[in-house]
């Protein structure tokens, strides 16, 4: 079985996307796991090129610092020849109404003057992705879900159309873990792009900042500390952060503590402490260039190794390799 995920260099990884996914991708990972670093796909939306390359390189670094096997990571523009090829060929099996029906595609273009053509097409992208490292499950949440299912559909129609090659791969939910959400505005999902960092613990983040984010977050004057994610969610949110920094529940973590600033605090504390080593390693990582880029250049290696004989094979059926 081989497993694909990713992460999207869109900005700097977050508390988010670390209790969400990246601390589990490195306890419960298994040996056919590849985790993305995927920076094509940060194309998409107007950035910043020296920012992107440094993002891809940051973010390559929080992964092995955070656990997982160096020998699992791969950044994704490392590929990009063997990416773009494939993705061709995908685009020549999809049609235009299918990439246009992606649900992610009509929230992110809606209101936008100008809307980037790789926007419309990410998707098809994303599906090279999967099907050149032949991947058979690719653990997702609802929103990416659709993605998936075309990933599915071309593998499916290039197969019947031209001949067996590609793995058809399936969506799986990934394990609902927290949904840290944006400490300043607690009805709104911790983001890399969000534009005011005040609600977003980035992992570098000194300690005294994160202290700071963190004893400002927003919650209410309700004054009652219960667990009730509905009616307090700035509250539960800070419960569900420490929660998740300490292995309890939000509800024995409410019970532990008499006022806001006393959790808030200790809050603080958890995140601080659980981030402490993860950024040490982290900094350590992107002072050591031979020890990163090796990392690098040996997952790019593999995964080209992994794809070589599927890219080869859709290229030949498709009559023009
Ligand atoms: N706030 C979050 N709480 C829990 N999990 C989160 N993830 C993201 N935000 C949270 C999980 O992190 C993994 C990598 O995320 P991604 O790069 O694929 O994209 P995203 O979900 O779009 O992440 P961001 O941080 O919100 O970035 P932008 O601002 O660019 O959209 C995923 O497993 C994701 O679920």
Known sequence: ???????????????????????????????????????????????????????????????????????????????????????????????????????QFKQKADGQGTVRLGLLTYPVLMAADILLQNATEVPVGQDQTQHVELARSLARRFNSTFGEVFTVPRAV?????????????????????????????FLLDEPDLVRR???RAVTDNEARLEYRPSSQPGLANVLEIL???????????ADDHSSYGELKN????????????????????????????GIRAAG???????GAHTLASALRMAGVG
């Open 213 to 215: 984010k963190i004893t």
């Open 300 to 306: 790019a290696e593999r995964a080209r190794e992994r």
């Open 173 to 201: 939910m990934a394990p609902t873990a927290a949904r840290v959400m944006d400490l300043s505005d607690p009805t709104r999902k911790m983001s890399k792009s969000t534009q005011d960092s005040a609600g977003v613990v």
């Open 243 to 253: 929660a998740a920094c300490t292995g309890r529940s939000p509800v024995e973590v």
């Open 266 to 293: 200790a809050a603080a504390d958890a995140v601080i402490e659980e981030l402490r080593p993860l950024r040490t390693r982290v900094l350590e990582l992107l002072d050591d260039p031979t020890t990163l880029d």
């Open 1 to 103: 079985m081989t497993r694909l995920s990713a992460i999207t260099p869109s900005g700097h990884a977050h508390l988010g996307n670390y209790l969400g996914a990246i601390r589990r991708w490195a306890r419960e990972g298994a040996p056919g796991d590849l985790y993305f670093v995927s920076d094509l796909h940060a194309m998409t939306v107007s950035y910043n090129p020296a920012r992107l390359r440094k993002l891809a390189r940051e973010t390559l670094a929080v992964l092995v610092a955070a656990g997982i096997d160096p020998a699992r990571v791969c950044v994704q523009s490392d590929l990009v020849r063997e990416l773009g090829a494939l993705s061709w060929v995908l685009e020549c099996t999809c049609s235009f109404g299918e990439a246009s029906r992606m649900t």
